[in-house]
């Protein structure tokens, strides 16, 4: 099955720098790939995703790459905010084949914003 | 409109019990999933359905079981609750291909004893 490895577990940058988190995942079939975030207490929530045949997505102050020869995808964040504290969590999704579905995820980034 | 709910929002039980973990989404999606996650494990898929009526084993199904009777709800039962069960539990939903978004409940936090 698939395994995505997430890095690092944890990342503190000043206010107003940028963030990047990195993962990696291992079936070359894989075709989706969202990245979410969870504040304490919450449920995760999307926030930017990616689809195997684009290399590269933005949203405002944040993007994701990714690069499929090498498999694997990068959040980043540019002008980190304290709001941007929480913990980031990629995934992959292998493509449906005989039904199996479902998102495989890193263990998870906590970033932690400094003022 | 709800979204997705799942109850109770947390619960404590004796080990051995039967727990049912209720799901429930309005959206109509047709795909759910349920999720555990632990600290410093991620998420972990449980089980999913592509579909009402049918349903499928994800990465740690052992211990779990769920069923699909309609389009809205999505319930998964402990036959026989460990300790090792204790996790936080969240239920998805998407509308499936091309639209993979999954929505997140809120999330069930159990604790076995």
Same mark, same amino acid.
């Given at each position: 099955g698939e395994n995505v490895e997430q890095h690092p577990s944890t990342l503190s940058v000043q206010e107003g720098d940028s963030a990047v988190i990195k993962c990696t995942y &291992?079936?070359?079939? &894989?075709n989706y790939f969202p990245w979410y975030k969870q504040e304490l207490g919450k449920r995760p929530q999307l926030i930017i995703d990616i689809r195997s045949n684009v290399g590269e997505k933005k949203d405002q102050r944040i993007a994701v790459t990714l690069n499929k020869t090498a498999k694997h995808f990068s959040l980043h964040i540019t002008?980190?905010?304290?709001?941007?504290s929480a913990v980031y969590f990629c995934a992959a999704r292998p493509p449906e084949q005989g039904g199996a579905d479902g998102l495989t995820f890193g263990k998870g980034t906590h970033l932690i914003i400094q003022p | 409109i709800a979204g997705i709910t799942q109850a109770p929002t947390s619960q404590i039980l004796a080990a051995g019990r039967r727990m049912t973990l209720r799901c429930t989404q309005d959206m109509r999606h047709n795909a759910m999933y349920w999720y555990r996650q632990d600290l410093g494990l991620g998420l972990r898929l449980i089980h999913y359905s592509n579909t009402a009526g049918t349903t499928g084993k994800g990465e740690v199904p052992d211990g779990y079981s769920v069923s699909r009777a309609n389009t809205d709800d999505f319930p998964l039962t402990l036959a026989s609750a460990v300790p090792s069960q204790t996790s936080v539990y969240f239920c998805a939903s998407s509308a499936g291909a091309p639209h993979n978004e999954q929505f997140f409940g809120p999330g069930t936090r159990l604790t076995v004893l």
């Open positions: &291992s079936d070359s079939a &894989s002008e980190t905010q304290p709001e941007d | -």
